[in-house]
T-cell receptor
Framework: GIQVEQSPPDLILQEGANSTLRCNFS?????LQWFHQNPWGQLINLFY???GTKQNGRLSATTVATERYSLLYISSSQTTDSGVYFC???????????FGKGITLSVRP | DADVTQTPRNRITKTGKRIMLECSQT?????MYWYRQDPGLGLRLIYY???????NKGEISDGYSVSRQAQAKFSLSLESAIPNQTALYFC???????????FGDGTRLSIL
């Protein structure tokens, strides 16, 4: 199966700062998703983005499928952005996602 | 996501007990999944089902079994629980291939 690497593993920001989270894949994926796990453990789907760029409020994501990576941008970070960010992808016709180990983000007030 | 409901939310039990975790969804999705999350390891797929008659093993199916009782219900069983099955378990759903997966709030399972 594919390998998913996320970087950096941990990130500490001051409220209001911007950040970029990276996800690299060992093979081409046709299904790429970003998730946020809040401090209460809930997993929220942020983006389904196999290619191109999408934006949702202060968050945006870009996937360059040919180079096998995706970036999640957080602008004007808030304390509520804290938690763990996962990327996940799958190949072929199935939707079996392989997850990275996550990036732990702490936003300080 | 309130559309995907997992029960129970928390469970503490003893080694050797049989445990069933339940998942129900109101999203009308055909595909359902069970994942396990361990600290520092991300999520790993246990079983997945593309419809009621299609059930498949995931990355870590040993020690687990599933039942897809209806389109909306997908249960995970631990026939004889062991301590290294202590983890956070998630159910997820999606529409046909390539669509976003939506997760329940998780079941925190502790096996003593």
């Amino acid at each position: 199966g594919i390998q998913v690497e996320q970087s950096p593993p941990d990130l500490i920001l001051q409220e209001g700062a911007n950040s970029t989270l990276r996800c690299n894949f060992s093979d081409s994926v046709n299904n790429l998703q970003w998730f946020h796990q809040n401090p209460w453990g809930q997993l929220i789907n942020l983006f389904y983005i196999p290619s191109g760029t999408k934006q949702n409020g202060r968050l945006s994501a870009t996937t360059v499928a040919t180079e096998r990576y995706s970036l999640l941008y957080i602008s004007s970070s808030q304390t509520t952005d804290s938690g763990v960010y996962f990327c996940a992808g799958s190949t072929g016709a199935n939707s079996k996602l392989t997850f990275g180990k996550g990036i732990t983000l702490s936003v300080r007030p | 996501d309130a559309d995907v409901t997992q029960t129970p939310r928390n469970r503490i039990t003893k080694t050797g007990k049989r445990i069933m975790l339940e998942c129900s969804q109101t999203k009308g999705h055909d595909r359902m999944y069970w994942y396990r999350q361990d600290p520092g390891l991300g999520l790993r797929l246990i079983y997945y089902s593309f419809d009621v008659k299609d059930i498949n093993k995931g990355e870590i199916s040993d020690g687990y079994s599933v039942s897809r009782q209806a389109q909306a219900k997908f249960s995970l069983s631990l026939e004889s629980a062991i301590p290294n099955q202590t983890a956070l378990y998630f159910c997820a759903t999606s529409d046909f291939g390539g669509q976003p997966q939506h997760f329940g709030d998780g079941t925190r399972l502790s096996i003593l």
